[in-house]
């Protein structure tokens, strides 16, 4: 009798390899295919993320998109960032910027200026809703990024300021940044002569403060 058995060692064989090199094909691409989709960042800030102070291209929204590029991550960052905004100057400058950038995420990094000025924290919460909301509204991720001020402004006042960010985090859903100038804001000798202002040299640690949080949301 005519035997089929070395033929059908040869075909399971043949499948195992094919199956193989299948498996290895697709894992290898797939994370290529996580960020292969282009994306664009779009960086509503004040003077921390405007580069206030420094030579242009060492502030940390720049480093960002050097960082990008390096990776090869198929992203465009756009820095709408002014100094001195508040959180309503973001509510009032977003609609026309989501509507231009039709950005896939979205950083928000305001509210040093508004508590710095001492004004209404509800306000600034309301306002910081707003921005969160419009943003996702355009289907857009939102990262909203932490800040803290001085305790000499009062220490209940900064408090009460800082949980916001937190708190929306929780609220909204959404990324948050713990504090912006982690490992920076301990450190008299990163800032400039206004000590409030970081120097170029403390960018670097800004981004790394940033980076872990904003990749997640890029996939």
Same mark, same amino acid.
């Given at each position: 009798?005519?035997?089929?058995? !070395?033929?059908?060692?040869?075909?399971?064989?043949?499948?195992?390899?094919?199956?193989?090199?299948?498996?290895?094909?697709?894992?290898?691409?797939?994370?290529?295919?996580?960020?292969?989709?282009? =994306?664009?960042? +779009?960086?509503?800030?004040?003077?921390?993320? %405007?580069?206030?102070?420094?030579?242009?291209?060492? /502030?940390?929204?720049?480093?960002?998109?050097?960082?990008?590029?390096? =990776?090869?991550?198929?992203?465009?960052?756009?820095?709408? @960032?002014?100094? /001195?905004?508040?959180?309503?100057?973001?509510?009032?400058?977003?609609? *026309?910027?989501?509507? $231009?950038?039709?950005?896939?995420?979205?950083?928000?990094?305001?509210?040093?200026?508004?508590?710095?000025?001492?004004?209404?924290? =509800? %306000?600034?919460?309301?306002?910081?809703?707003?921005?969160?909301?419009?943003?996702?509204?355009?289907? %857009?991720?939102?990262?909203?990024?932490?800040?803290?001020?001085?305790?000499?402004?009062?220490?209940?006042? %900064?408090?009460?300021?800082?949980?916001?960010?937190?708190?929306? @985090? $929780?609220?909204? $859903?959404?990324?948050?940044?713990?504090? *912006?100038?982690? /490992?920076?804001?301990?450190?008299?000798? +990163?800032?400039? !002569?206004?000590?409030?202002? !970081?120097?170029?040299?403390?960018?670097?640690?800004? +981004?790394?403060?940033?980076?872990?949080?904003?990749? !997640?949301?890029?996939?």
């Amino acid at each position: 009798m005519l035997s089929f058995y !070395p033929v059908q060692c040869q075909i399971k064989t043949l499948s195992k390899t094919l199956f193989l090199i299948a498996y290895l094909f697709i894992n290898l691409l797939l994370p290529t295919q996580a960020y292969s989709a282009s =994306k664009t960042i +779009l960086v509503l800030g004040d003077s921390l993320s %405007a580069e206030y102070g420094l030579p242009r291209g060492k /502030g940390w929204v720049a480093l960002l998109e050097q960082r990008v590029e390096q =990776k090869h991550l198929n992203a465009t960052v756009v820095n709408a @960032s002014i100094s /001195g905004d508040t959180t309503s100057g973001g509510v009032a400058r977003l609609p *026309l910027l989501l509507s $231009k950038h039709k950005p896939d995420i979205v950083i928000i990094e305001l509210g040093g200026n508004d508590a710095l000025r001492g004004l209404d924290l =509800k %306000a600034s919460e309301l306002n910081f809703r707003s921005m969160i909301q419009q943003s996702k509204e355009n289907k %857009a991720k939102v990262l909203l990024v932490g800040m803290r001020i001085p305790p000499n402004y009062g220490k209940d006042y %900064a408090e009460r300021f800082f949980s916001i960010y937190a708190k929306l @985090s $929780k609220e909204q $859903k959404i990324s948050l940044v713990p504090f *912006l100038l982690d /490992g920076v804001a301990e450190n008299s000798s +990163l800032f400039q !002569p206004d000590r409030i202002h !970081p120097i170029a040299e403390a960018h670097p640690t800004i +981004l790394e403060n940033v980076w872990p949080h904003l990749i !997640p949301l890029m996939k």
